[in-house]
């Protein structure tokens, strides 16, 4: 699954949320029953399968002691687990929980994060992009990144 791009969205009243085309066919395409799990992780919240979410469970599980920081973020992610189902319409049911989390209102943006889906406030989405990048070229070297251009 290669989820790339991002799109404007509103949340519906009842907190509904109509993904893109492209991401509801991804999806469908690896979950037939439309399955997704939804959590939150460094503050925004993801769109994963729930192979996905196993896999990303054992990772999070292997260190017998985890670091403060780490055990934070299972805490997090742990807590904010929930698993939607696409309707007819290409909607998921976004819970009040996440949507608290997230900083959700009305207006999101839903961006296409590689591997998962991420589900922004638009207001911080646009901030984000407005921000000077940090240097990673040295990270970039140390995880040999090459980039083809």
């Not at 037939?32 to 990303?56: K, N």
Request: hydrophobic share 40%.
């Amino acid at each position: 699954m290669r989820l790339l791009g991002h799109a404007h969205r509103s949340l519906d009243p009842k907190g509904r949320l109509m993904l893109t085309p492209e991401f509801r066919d991804q999806f469908l395409a690896e979950t037939p029953d439309g399955r997704l799990v939804l959590t939150i992780y460094q503050g925004q919240i993801i769109g994963i399968t729930p192979e996905q979410w196993d896999a990303f469970v054992s990772e999070l599980e292997k260190p017998a002691t985890p670091s403060p920081t780490l055990q934070n973020i299972r805490r997090v992610a742990f807590a904010g687990y929930v698993e939607v189902v696409l309707d007819k319409q290409g909607r998921i049911q976004l819970p009040t929980h996440l949507r608290k989390s997230g900083r959700l209102e009305r207006d999101v943006v839903l961006v296409g994060g590689g591997k998962c889906m991420e589900i922004w406030d638009k207001d911080r989405f646009e901030a984000l992009l407005e921000q000077t990048p940090e240097d990673v070229s040295t990270e970039m070297a140390q995880a040999n990144i090459k980039l083809p251009f």
